[in-house]
């Protein structure tokens, strides 16, 4: 599964299993980057909100495997929404990480967080944003640009005046909370859908009817729901600090059926993360 890519619409190959850092600091992110090179993974993913870019930029170098080897995202944060913050925030991504160049950079929200969904589109903020991106994309900083919890009307706000289509679009998406008219929109644009959180924030562990399926399978619950997401044709960022947890994530060579997979999209929706339940994450209402 590791060496398993998907092709954006431009023709960089992304690979299909990622790890996730949210909630990991500097020192966490660079043992959790080390690990995850040392048994294979090539796919990392941060973010600015997530503070934690200095550390997977010295996870990375201290990894042992070539730069080129390696795909790295991160996100401009939801709160910066004008071209001249934008810009300045890829460069400061660029010099946190230590990188001369982002693999895919991302709006990580099309609304700060502390107004996120609400009435507030910010739709020619993000035109000004998303040019930034373009600009990066032109100047060799980044390889790939995309977006994240964007919804349809929020892409094609960005579609009707963009110069380079969105490559990604990464949104919540795991067994029981599958936005699949979102992810089928997202398709016929020939934007990739990446899923984050697919273990539901570990919500889905202790469900008795996925550790039914899960145990047809002789699998875990978490490899269902990675599985599941990968079925569906998306990347899946599993966010783990624990090395057994990483090569876990990584065993998904099984096929879930088609019954199957209907009875996990049809799962009755799971709403209460626990303590990861707070949303937005990067901002209190």
Same mark, same amino acid.
């Given at each position: ?17 990622? @790890? ?20 294979? !993974? ?33 996100? =401009?944060?939801?709160? =910066? ?17 230590? *990188? ?7 709006? &990580? ?8 969904? +609400? ?5 020619? /903020? ?10 990066a994309y032109k100047a060799g ?21 963009? /110069? ?6 990464? %949104? @919540?998406? &795991? ?5 699949? +008219? ?11 859908? /990446?899923? !984050?959180?697919?273990?539901?924030h570990g919500a889905i ?6 550790? /039914? %399926?899960?145990? &047809? ?14 079925? @569906?044709? *998306? ?7 624990? *090395? ?42």
């Open positions: 599964m590791l060496d398993e890519t998907y092709k954006l619409l431009n023709g960089v190959e992304i690979p299909k299993l990622g @790890l996730g850092t949210w909630l990991l600091n500097d020192e966490q992110a660079a043992q959790a980057v080390r690990d995850a090179i040392s048994i294979g !993974y090539r796919h990392i993913d941060t973010a600015q909100a997530y503070q934690n870019e200095a550390g997977v930029g010295e996870g990375i170098r201290s990894g042992g495997v070539a730069r080129e080897e390696l795909f790295i995202t991160t996100k =401009v944060a939801a709160e =910066v929404k004008n071209y001249d913050a934008a810009t300045r925030s890829i460069d400061e991504s660029l010099a946190k990480i230590g *990188l001369d160049h982002i693999d895919l950079v991302i709006i &990580h929200s099309p609304q700060p967080w502390k107004e996120f969904r +609400e009435e507030n589109r910010y739709f020619e /903020e993000n035109i000004e944003v998303w040019k930034a991106l373009e600009d900083k980044v390889k790939a640009i995309g977006l994240s919890n964007f919804l349809q009307d929020d892409i094609e706000n960005i579609l009707a005046s963009c /110069e380079i289509k969105p490559m990604i679009n990464q %949104i @919540l998406a &795991h067994v029981s909370n599958t936005p699949m +008219e979102l992810i089928e929109f997202c398709r016929k644009n020939n934007i990739l859908v /990446e899923a !984050y959180s697919p273990i539901a562990l202790d469900h008795a009817e996925i550790k /039914e %399926i899960a145990n &047809h399978y002789g699998v875990s619950v978490a490899q269902i729901g990675l599985r599941y997401d990968l079925q @569906l044709g *998306l990347v899946v960022l599993p966010k783990t600090k624990n *090395l057994d947890h990483m090569r876990i994530n990584a065993e998904l060579d099984f096929v879930i059926s088609d019954a199957d997979m209907e009875t996990l999209r049809n799962i009755e929706r799971i709403q209460d993360y626990g303590e990861h339940s707070f949303f937005p994450v990067f901002g209190v209402k």
